[in-house]
């Protein structure tokens, strides 16, 4: 019973580090923070897509800077855009009933308190397979709200 338990907590420890070592794909701007956050609404909605939540990331740890002791401005405008898409979720986990762990798919934008005027807008990325089919769709999202295509 014993080493059931220790080798289950190794496999969640190994998850978790997997997890921690994922990446991201960025791209940076000089457009206002606006006009990336509209791009992006636009781009997800284009795709015939739903957005499910808006996090104002940068406003939250601004309001709670110094309930938490600290006195560092990380963010101008920071926010991170939630949504899915039922036809290409549909199809991923199809492929691995285990990929719902990448739903929903999330885009962030956020201007640096030290970089005024450079917008960054990214995503994770995805594993090998079926997920890279998302992290396309992202791609194509993130770069028709910058209009880098």
Known sequence: MKLSTLTAAIAL??????????EMVTYTTDQPFEDVAF????AILNEGLV???VSHV??????TRADVGSDVVLYKQADAY???????????????????AYCPYDIFIAEHADTPGQVTIG?????????????ALLDGIVRAAIEAE
């Not at 940068?58 to 309001?63: F, I, N, T, V």
């Open 123 to 135: 995503y994770r990325t995805f594993p090998e397979g079926a997920m890279q089919k998302v992290q």
């Open 58 to 63: 940068g406003e939250m740890l601004e309001r």
């Open 82 to 100: 939630s949504f899915c898409s039922a036809t290409v979720s549909r199809e991923v986990m199809e492929a691995d009933p285990m990929n719902i």
């Open 39 to 42: 791009g992006l609404e636009t």
């Open 51 to 53: 957005i499910d939540h």
């Open 13 to 22: 420890t190994a998850t978790a580090v997997a997890a921690n070592a994922q």
